[in-house]
């Protein structure tokens, strides 16, 4: 019997990724980040917004509250946070 290397074939899933503003910046390397999207009933098809809080790690603290950023879901750092800032997409004015 010839064993195989399954390690060869294991490829990583593709992670979820959310957008959102930033409603809290005051912990330390951590951020909240709303969510807020539309989407259609099941039965009456009519448009339903549903909302979201994330609590996102900012390594840099570099985002501040009104910033809409990106974000990607990663391995739990503890126990509410388990998303990840990716990047910027558009700078508050305040």
Same mark, same amino acid.
């Given at each position: +019997? $010839?064993?195989?290397?399954?390690?060869?074939?294991?490829?990583?899933?593709?992670?979820?990724?959310?957008?959102?503003?930033?409603?809290?910046?005051? +912990?330390?390397?951590?951020?909240?980040?709303?969510?807020?999207?539309?989407?259609?009933?099941?039965?009456?098809?009519?448009?339903?917004?549903?909302?979201?809080?994330?609590?996102?790690?900012?390594?840099?603290?570099?985002?501040?509250?009104?910033?809409?950023?990106s974000?990607?879901? $990663?391995?739990?750092?503890?126990?509410?946070?388990?998303?990840?800032?990716?990047?910027?997409?558009e700078?508050?004015?305040?």
């Amino acid at each position: +019997m $010839i064993k195989e290397n399954k390690s060869k074939n294991k490829t990583r899933n593709i992670r979820k990724q959310r957008q959102g503003i930033v409603i809290s910046d005051k +912990m330390n390397k951590t951020i909240v980040v709303y969510e807020l999207r539309k989407v259609k009933h099941k039965y009456y098809g009519k448009s339903i917004t549903k909302n979201k809080k994330y609590i996102v790690h900012d390594e840099k603290n570099i985002s501040k509250c009104g910033d809409k950023v990106s974000i990607m879901e $990663i391995r739990p750092i503890s126990r509410k946070k388990s998303w990840r800032l990716v990047n910027i997409l558009e700078k508050s004015n305040l």
